[in-house]
């Protein structure tokens, strides 16, 4: 997967404008870009989305760098509010996947507070690096059961887009979005970066200094790695140019 062919959504805005039908959502930062690199199969979930969303400055930037498009950062976080205010209004449901009963437990109170109208289901698969054939008919079975307006998917990276991709045919849901720490950011277990940073592109910093020793290396290492990344590829030539 190429930074000069990605196509992330332009801005929040066009949220707004996204079909009622089922779609896969992800996001991509500098950090799931190298991950990428590696895994073959998290690139194929991420370029296979039916939307991809920029959720990292560096992203950003890249893609006005090498295409000359502008795209604002859009957050897991802005996905998950506007898909609840939108469930709110039209009194829709809301499945959420992954995590553990206790995160999933805090985010179903606070939801329900500040989202009245929407109802909500959870289930927590077990934590292990791979899920069984059982494993996998127990979440399809749980989500189909609901045939919720929205399934958000809480796994991780890159475990859980390829999930959804694999089982994507399965289920019974519409809008499949897969945003991770968003559960625990939700849930309080993890507080998000002030509004300042967020919007000023160092909610990474943020999170970086809260757990330097956890992610020092995704955050200095990797942010170094991507924009390598970005260098070498500006200098590669559009092969549509050169045909």
């Known amino acids: 997967m190429r930074l000069k062919k990605i196509k992330p959504l332009k801005h929040r805005m066009s949220l707004r404008h996204l079909p009622n039908k089922k779609l896969l959502i992800t996001t991509i930062n500098a950090h799931s870009y190298n991950v990428s ?6 690139a194929k979930a991420l370029a296979k989305s039916d939307v ?19 795209v604002q950062r859009i957050a897991g976080a802005d996905l998950f509010k506007f898909e609840m205010k939108r469930l709110n209004n039209i009194g829709g449901t809301c499945f959420f996947l992954g995590s553990s009963e206790s995160t999933l437990k805090k985010i179903h109170k606070r939801a329900a507070i500040e989202f009245p109208n929407v109802r909500i289901e959870t289930y927590s698969p077990p934590y292990k690096p791979k899920f069984s054939d059982e494993d996998n008919r127990k979440m399809i079975e ?21 999930w959804a991709l694999n089982y994507m045919d ?3 849901a519409k809008h499949i979005g897969c945003i991770g720490a968003v559960f625990d950011f939700y849930a309080g277990n993890i507080n998000r970066a002030p509004k300042w940073m967020q919007e000023s592109g160092l909610e990474w910093f943020h999170r970086f200094s809260s757990e330097p020793k956890r992610l020092w ?14 260098i070498e590829e500006s200098f590669k030539p559009d092969k549509r140019k050169t045909e």
């Open 37 to 42: 690199r590696k895994d073959a199969d998290f």
């Open 170 to 172: 399965q289920l019974d």
């Open 142 to 162: 749980a989500v189909n059961a609901v045939k919720p307006d929205v399934l958000f998917i809480g796994m991780t990276a890159p475990k859980q887009e390829k």
């Open 52 to 70: 991809l969303i920029a959720d990292g400055i560096g992203v950003v930037w890249s893609i006005r760098f090498l295409q000359g498009r502008q």
């Open 217 to 230: 290396k995704r955050y200095l290492v990797g942010n170094a790695l991507f924009f390598s990344h970005v």
